[in-house]
């Protein structure tokens, strides 16, 4: 169901940790709430799912006013970093405490426990306790317990954050078929761009509890609002040069850069390049040194420090271009360049 946040506040006594925030997430749409710790991730998750009172603003869900409901009134399945399994449970009787709860009776709560491990692909470990699963089990049970009773909104608070690198990308992909094939509205609550970005539809960056762009991972990557954004999306991150606004372009260094944008003469701008956008190759030619070089198996890694101050980070493919201390005059193409104004706005 559609969740919508209309001037959503919340204090912890003086403190103001999420501020005038609105977001719609639309029916069965994955939305991937991203920042740096502390800018209200959590707290916006538990506003939603009734843990947290609202100071001020609505929440609807699905078009019910739930700003006032009990938590167990809204039908939100949650999933947490620590998965909160009973660990002298079974996994089939954890799945089912939600349906317990309701009072299902027990056939029914079979019947839904095992089309659930059907799905999460767990049928056989239904009759194990927690202590006798992987992390990556203990995960699936965790999903199949928030997802058994059919929830109108699934929230989901780092979830892979306790796993393995290998598994964290199987369970990626998993999570997200399991969203798509339930049609269930999802809020994802993470600190990896990564995880944002190949998981969900949408990304709603924070800072400071506000929300600062939200976009497609694709359209925030190419066209984020402010060096902020630009900052938390792609590895190793875009870097800065300093720019001036000159005529018929910008001055980088001792290069004068094509920019068809507009800015007073003069004004400091910077220009941001990302680490696929640098290299031997590119047309505009900066001169630096060699400082470090990386295999990452198929492609290379480079960082050069560059004479006018700054340091850019290349990923080539292929063997080594350079080695450590050479001078080089690399390159980026000015078409994909971003361009921020001095307060970090992108021009
Ligand atoms: P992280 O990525 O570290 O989990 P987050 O973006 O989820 O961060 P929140 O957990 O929402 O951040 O916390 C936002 C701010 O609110 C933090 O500064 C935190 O210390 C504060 N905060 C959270 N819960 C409470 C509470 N119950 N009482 C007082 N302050 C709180």
Redesign the pocket.
Known sequence: MRIELQHFSKR??D?V??SDMNLVVEEGEMIALL??????????LFAISGVHRVDEGRITIGGRDVTRLPAQKRNVGVVFQSYALYPHMTARRNIGFPLAIRGMERRAADRAIDEMAELLEIRPLLERRPGELSGGQQQRVALARALVRRPDVLLLD?PLANLDARLRLDMRGEIRRIQRETHTTAIL?T?DQVEAMSMCDRIAI?DR?RVVQIAAPAEMYERPASRFVASFLGSPPIAYLPAAATEGGLRVGDALVPWAGTAPRDTPLSIGVRPEDFGPDGPIRLAGTVAAVESHGREMLYAVDLALGARLRAIQPGIARARIGEAVAWGFDPARMLVFDGEGRRL
């Open positions: 912890f006594g403190t940790v999420v920042g740096p710790s502390g800018c209200g991730k959590t707290t916006t780092e609550v600190h924070m509890g």
